[in-house]
């Protein structure tokens, strides 16, 4: 697998550990904070440090490199120091089906303009056809009514839509499932 990819506006990249020294990604964590941290995990007070961030690029590309675990920072062509978002892919499972997760978070000044529908789908093709999943999930939480959008527009089906089943802030939240197999 590839550790860049791009597409007609866009440059995927699964970032090196000295990337900026993770002053980078640190950027786009804190100017985000506000809309990213409604849908995330608590966070411990380390992790909007520079240090933080270099260690977790670090842990990143060990993950990568065994294709445990793959996370896209995504950057316009003609400003790729810039991190507009990010796309993962997590929870691979070889057996008994081949299947992960998928999730994406992209910059409030980079939203509704396509940016995020052309970083998904392209890395749902790397996982398809890079990495032999059959099975891609989504859990969104049920509020998040811009990312079902999103998910349903790229061909995922609702298979559950479930309770409370991922912790968020603290609190068990209602999410939804959605599932694209290899086609």
């Known amino acids: 697998m590839n550790t860049i990819y791009t597409t ?40 909007y440090t520079k240090s933080f961030q270099k260690n977790n690029l670090d842990a990143e590309r060990k993950a990568f490199r065994s294709l445990s675990f793959a996370r896209f920072y995504v950057f316009l062509k003609d400003n790729p120091d810039f991190i507009i978002g990010t796309v993962s892919i997590g ?26 529908y052309e970083a998904v789908d392209l890395v749902i093709n790397i996982a398809f056809f890079h990495m032999g999943m059959k099975v891609i999930n989504a859990f969104i939480q049920n509020t998040n009514t811009s990312s079902l959008h999103l998910i349903e527009k790229l061909g995922f089906k609702a298979v559950n839509h479930g309770g409370r089943m991922i912790q968020v802030n603290g609190d068990w939240k209602g999410h939804y499932k959605y599932t694209l197999s290899r086609p």
């Open 8 to 47: 007609e506006r866009l440059i995927l990249k699964n970032l090196e550990p000295s990337f900026h020294n993770g002053c980078m990604v640190l950027r786009f964590l804190t100017e985000n904070k506000n809309i990213f941290e409604p849908y995330e995990p608590l966070r411990n007070k380390t992790y």
């Open 91 to 116: 929870n691979v499972s070889k057996e008994p089906v081949p299947s992960c997760s998928i999730g994406y978070k992209f910059d409030k000044n980079f939203q509704r303009q396509g940016y995020a």
